[in-house]
Nanobody, 121 residues
Framework: VQLQASGGGLVQAGGSLRLSCAAS????????MGWFRQTPGKEREFVAS????????YYEDSVKGRFTISRDTAKSMVYLQMESLRPADTAVYYC???????????????WGQGTQVTVSS
């Protein structure tokens, strides 16, 4: 399994970014897909997750209403649309996959490499 994240960058506070994750190596039907983030010295934290086919989504409280996870099953892509970005959102963002959405939220089976998001004030 390979998860290839992209789309990070430098943006001003209040701006937007869309992260993409290309998933390959297996069929992800019924799998959960998620996004996490990590800043130096802190543990990796859950940001958002979605069931692959059903579209049920979950969000960490601080990103609710600002971030949206979506997926294109035909292209095996998962996205994280980030709006109204804040300096506190600065982190390395990782996409992840798990055999269920509960697994991906707690202990993903697979991780992608990170993509840096920096929000300037």
């Amino acid at each position: 399994v390979q998860l290839q994240a992209s789309g990070g960058g430098l943006v001003q506070a209040g701006g937007s970014l869309r992260l993409s994750c290309a998933a390959s190596g297996r069929t992800f039907t019924n799998w959960g897909m998620g996004w996490f983030r990590q800043t130096p010295g802190k543990e990796r934290e859950f940001v958002a997750s979605s069931t692959w086919n059903l579209g049920t989504t979950y969000y960490e409280d601080s990103v609710k209403g600002r971030f949206t996870i979506s997926r294109d099953t035909a292209k095996s892509m998962v996205y994280l649309q980030m709006e109204s970005l804040r300096p506190a959102d600065t982190a390395v963002y990782y996409c992840a996959a798990g055999r269920t959405v509960t697994i991906v939220q707690n202990s993903p089976n697979f991780w992608g490499q990170g993509t840096q998001v920096t929000v300037s004030s």
